[in-house]
């Protein structure tokens, strides 16, 4: 019995201990309606509504580290994201989230 509670808690402490060391990963659930200058923004991200996310989203990165979640749709995204590619050599943060 000593020897199963062993085991128990090793596992239990292996759990823990890889759940601390995942990386959140945003997942937007609402967008922000404003208009963000292109001088606030680094680079973005594309948001796939797959379930567990349960919207389309572009993700702008900011200067100050914030993520702002925006409709993909929107002419002023699509220009902000247009000027970021142009802007970074090689859009690095671009990446489709599939949360699958």
């Known amino acids: 019995m000593a020897k199963l509670a062993v085991c128990v808690s090793a596992l239990l402490l292996m759990l823990v201990v890889l759940s601390e060391t995942r990386r959140p990963v945003p997942c937007c659930t609402e967008n922000y309606d404003g208009i963000i200058k292109l001088k606030y923004l680094k680079n973005f991200a594309v948001q796939l509504d797959t379930g567990i996310c349960n919207i389309n989203s572009t993700i702008f990165f900011t200067e100050k580290n914030k993520l702002i979640c925006t409709d993909p749709k929107k002419p002023w995204v699509i220009r902000q994201e247009r000027k ?5 050599s090689e859009p690095a943060l671009y990446q489709e989230f599939n949360f699958e």
């Open 84 to 88: 970021i590619n142009q802007l970074n």
